[in-house]
């Protein structure tokens, strides 16, 4: 009974570790350009797709070598599966497992709607512009912020987001005419065109914002899987956050929520 446990484990391990390599290629394949991928190389590239282009190809290529070994050489891996390395790695990866599965939970409560006060601002955050435009994950959250803005004329907007290395445009200005399409008037659009992350997104738009004793109270528009994390930053850059989550389109959604959770972890560390 203690062999077929340790067996059914080893199965949950590996199936979650491959899958999750597979949602980082994922993840790769929609956000890879020459540009970018030149950018790893040159350290050019943001720290995220560096780290998910890392992990997704160490990932697989273990998962691959198991088969292998698995298909080919059944004695190796029985004679590795009882070594102290294995045993090791076997704890490590489900108290890594049992960790993830809770704070994806985490950043799946975090995203459910909420009824939220009308702020004098309301922020969009940015995210990747493709030479075609605005790509599905930032026309979520124009959409969300769109529909909020035109119901309530007094509320001033601000587009947050820099230029990526292989985005023609800033993310703030790719915003700004989504927006204006939108009939949103541009006299209440502010650009803050500088930031490269989350972290810089609120920092830097907190400067454009009236000074004031506590925490400034904003609405914040970002997709369902960046609540979390954003909400922890902009509690960190000084603001009193609500939260509007924007749809992300399911085919990319869980792939979104694993490169989220490896963001979060850098951001509780990093981001200060």
């Known amino acids: 009974m203690k062999i077929r446990l340790s067996i059914i484990l080893d199965i949950i391990l590996y199936a979650g570790w491959t899958v999750i390599g597979l949602l980082n290629i994922i993840f790769f394949l929609v956000h890879a350009s020459l540009v970018n991928v030149i950018g790893v190389f040159t350290g050019e590239a943001s720290v995220s797709f560096i780290f998910m282009t890392t992990s997704a190809f160490v990932m697989l290529t273990v998962s691959v070598l198991i088969v292998i070994m698995a298909k080919r050489r059944g004695e190796a891996l029985e004679r590795l599966r009882g070594s102290l390395v294995w045993r090791c790695a076997r704890a490590v990866l489900t108290v890594f497992g049992v960790f993830f599965v809770a704070v994806i939970s985490v950043m799946v409560g975090a995203s459910l709607p909420r009824q939220i006060p009308q702020t004098p601002e309301?922020?969009?955050?940015?995210?990747?512009?493709?030479?075609?435009?605005?790509?599905?994950?930032?026309?979520?959250?124009?959409?969300?912020?769109?529909?909020?803005?035109?119901?309530?004329?007094?509320?001033?907007?601000?587009?947050?987001?820099?230029?990526?290395?292989?985005?023609?445009?800033?993310?703030?200005?790719?915003?700004?005419?989504?927006?204006?399409?939108?009939?949103?008037?541009?006299?209440?659009?502010?650009?803050?065109?500088?930031?490269?992350?989350?972290?810089?997104?609120?920092?830097?738009?907190?400067?454009?914002?009236?000074?004031?004793?506590?925490?400034?109270?904003?609405?914040?528009?970002?997709?369902?899987?960046?609540?979390?994390?954003?909400?922890?930053?902009?509690?960190?850059?000084?603001?009193?956050?609500?939260?509007?989550?924007?749809?992300?389109?399911?085919?990319?959604?869980?792939?979104?929520?694993?490169?989220?959770?490896?963001?979060?972890?850098?951001?509780?560390?990093?981001?200060?």
Not at 125 to 152: F, I, K, N
Not at 208 to 226: A, C, K, N, Q, R
């Open 122 to 272: 309301v922020i969009i955050l940015g995210a990747y512009v493709s030479q075609d435009g605005p790509s599905a994950t930032l026309l979520g959250r124009l959409v969300a912020g769109a529909e909020y803005a035109a119901g309530r004329p007094d509320v001033r907007v601000i587009v947050s987001g820099g230029q990526g290395l292989d985005e023609p445009v800033t993310e703030a200005s790719a915003m700004r005419d989504y927006l204006v399409g939108q009939s949103i008037s541009a006299d209440r659009i502010l650009l803050e065109e500088r930031s490269g992350n989350t972290f810089e997104n609120l920092v830097f738009t907190r400067a454009m914002l009236p000074e004031g004793d506590g925490p400034y109270p904003v609405t914040i528009v970002t997709s369902e899987f960046h609540v979390l994390r954003a909400s922890m930053l902009a509690e960190r850059a000084g603001y009193k956050p609500y939260f509007i989550p924007a749809r992300t389109p399911p085919s990319i959604l869980l792939s979104c929520y694993s490169r989220e959770f490896f963001g979060l972890i850098k951001s509780f560390f990093v981001d200060r």
